[in-house]
């Protein structure tokens, strides 16, 4: 004899969040399976090519850093060592700042041990906070969303899930209370989390939903704005899916100027950072010719 589909989700949590077999096992009840499960599709497709998009934006940043790190390293260790014997033969004084940065390339050479060491200590022992401290975790969360479109990013793209999931709930048929507890499960910003948790206790204390929400700082006054509308008209799951994708479209546009604001950024620092230790390097050779003359 067969079980529910709803049910057989549940032998499933790692593939399927909690939520997935709640809503599903809603729609069975309702009639409303095909629907349910179409939205269940939309909503993950949207998420991938969210996750998809920022990661995209974010990619060649990333590689343009990694470039520039590797050859500060090879500079300062194999580099500018070769360099330091034919300074000493020009029996003259340096420029400052090829004396700093050979007092540098000595440090990294000397302790290279040491500093990878604390460097990798401080990376594990962050990733161990942040892993085990909530209270790290929205420190963490709260730092980001105060960086300019960085912070804009994360908070349409949880603005977007969160919303889909509600639209999704609702139309399934999900009571409200039962939406935001999947919400809420479905959440991993701490912040974002807490705030919906905190809707959902207002709205057992009797609050209307978009009083609930305008509480919360996280929600913009545009949240609360829609979801009146959609009280009064009795339309609350058609407000929450503009509200999704209203702030999903928010999302791929900031991502977008994300990638187009980093990318020239990262070559103008790699430009300078580069351009400044091969003027370290050949500064004395100029510097000498000056001098013959």
């Known amino acids: 004899m067969g079980i529910p589909l709803s049910e057989a989700l549940v032998t499933f949590p790692d593939i399927f969040p909690p939520m997935y077999s709640k ?6 009840l309702t009639g409303r399976l095909d ?6 599709a939309e909503q993950q ?3 991938a090519e969210l996750k998809a998009k920022i990661g995209k934006a974010l990619r060649y940043p ?7 790190l590797i050859v500060i390293v090879i500079m300062l260790v194999w580099v500018l ?9 020009f029996n003259a004084p340096l420029p400052a700042f090829t004396r700093a940065l050979m007092a540098c390339s000595q440090v990294l050479i000397q302790h290279a041990p040491s500093i990878i060491g604390i460097i990798s200590s401080a990376v594990l022992l962050t990733l161990w906070r ?3 401290s909530p209270s790290f975790r929205i420190q963490t969360q709260r730092m980001l969303l105060r960086l300019p479109i960085i912070g804009r990013l994360i908070s349409t793209a949880n603005l977007s899930q ?12 999900l009571p409200l209370l039962k939406g935001l507890e999947n919400a809420t499960q479905a959440q991993q910003n701490p912040i974002f989390r807490q705030a919906v948790e905190n809707v959902s206790q207002n709205l057992q204390q009797g609050d209307a939903l978009s009083l609930a929400i305008k509480q919360q700082s996280v929600f913009p006054t545009l949240c609360f704005q829609l979801i009146r509308v959609g009280e009064e008209s009795g339309g609350l799951d058609h407000m929450m899916s503009r509200l999704a994708q209203h702030y999903q479209h928010q999302a791929n546009s900031l991502s977008d100027a994300l990638a187009q604001m980093i990318e020239p950024i990262m070559m103008v620092i790699m430009g300078i950072v580069v351009g400044g230790l091969v003027l370290a390097m050949y500064l004395p050779i100029f510097q000498l010719g000056s001098v013959l003359q």
Request: charge should be positive; include cysteine.
């Open 130 to 132: 942040y892993q085990r």
């Open 162 to 173: 969160l919303f889909f999931s509600l639209a999704m709930t609702q139309q399934a048929g």
């Open 62 to 68: 990333a590689l343009l850093l990694s470039v520039t």
């Open 45 to 47: 497709k949207r998420q």
């Open 23 to 28: 809503t599903i096992a809603t729609a069975e």
């Open 35 to 40: 629907q349910s499960c179409f939205a269940l």
């Open 81 to 89: 060592p070769q360099f330091s014997d034919l300074y000493r033969s």
